[in-house]
Every structure is written in structure tokens, then in C-alpha cells.
């Protein structure tokens, strides 16, 4: 059974940092494309940040260098480095897994994956 645990989320003040981590046991994160996505009270659920089993990441315009994604395949954990933080990055933070054979691909919520339980992330101004 796969499990994906996300830690790292709190109260933090704007201008602040935060890292994110997800932990995965059930299945090895090198096989998988992987994904952090953030939802906000009355909002849908957005992607920030993925990364492809090569090492390929893109990012939400909105954080783009201020976020970065990495994983530590020895770990088998996923992390987002969330720098000079915004009142608006307040969110429930979701990491996502998916399987795929490809190196260069992207998660795509449209296919079978797994999702974490979340971790709020709260930045106060």
C-alpha cells in the first residue's frame, strides 16, 4: 500500500521560509513522477511545482523563484523549498506521486496516483 506523509507545514511570517517534505513508503519515488500542489480555502487545488523521474521541474508562475522541488531518491522523499513566503501561499500543501515508465513526463492528475494527506502552510502578514 502506498503512503505518502507530508511534514514541514506551519505559521510562518511573510518574507519567511519554510521546506516541505514527503515521504513515501509502498512505493520507490525514482520510479515516479512527482508533484506538490497547494489548495486554498474557497479555491480549487492548483499545481506549484512537479518534477519528472529525470529531474525535469516546472513551476507555477506564481512562485516561480521562490519554490524549489528536489528529491532524495536515497530517502525516498520529495521536498519543496518555499522561500520569501506571501500571505497568498497560504494553503493545505498536497504531495503527489505517480507512476511512470518515462523519464521526461509530468504527473497528470488525470491518471491513477497517490495522494498525501497535507500539510497546512499558513503565512501571516
Known amino acids: 500500500q502506498v503512503q505518502l506523509v507530508e511534514s514541514g507545514g506551519g505559521l510562518v511570517q511573510a518574507g519567511g521560509s519554510l521546506r516541505l517534505s514527503c515521504a513515501a513508503s509502498?512505493?520507490?519515488?525514482?520510479?515516479?513522477?512527482m508533484g506538490w500542489y497547494r489548495q486554498a480555502p474557497g479555491k480549487q487545488r492548483e499545481l506549484v511545482a512537479a518534477?519528472?523521474?529525470?529531474?525535469?521541474?516546472k513551476y507555477a508562475d506564481s512562485v516561480k523563484g521562490r519554490f524549489t522541488i528536489s528529491r532524495d531518491n536515497a530517502k525516498n522523499t520529495v521536498y519543496l523549498q518555499m522561500n520569501t513566503l506571501k500571505p497568498e501561499d497560504t494553503a493545505v500543501y498536497y504531495c503527489?506521486?505517480?507512476?511512470?515508465?518515462?523519464?521526461?513526463?509530468?504527473?497528470?492528475?488525470?491518471?491513477?496516483?497517490?495522494w498525501g494527506q497535507g500539510t497546512q502552510v499558513t503565512v501571516s502578514s
Open positions: 509502498g512505493t520507490i519515488l525514482s520510479n515516479n513522477a
Open positions: 503527489y506521486a505517480q507512476s511512470v515508465s518515462s523519464w521526461y513526463v509530468f504527473p497528470a492528475e488525470g491518471r491513477q496516483g497517490y
Open positions: 518534477t519528472t523521474r529525470g529531474g525535469i521541474t
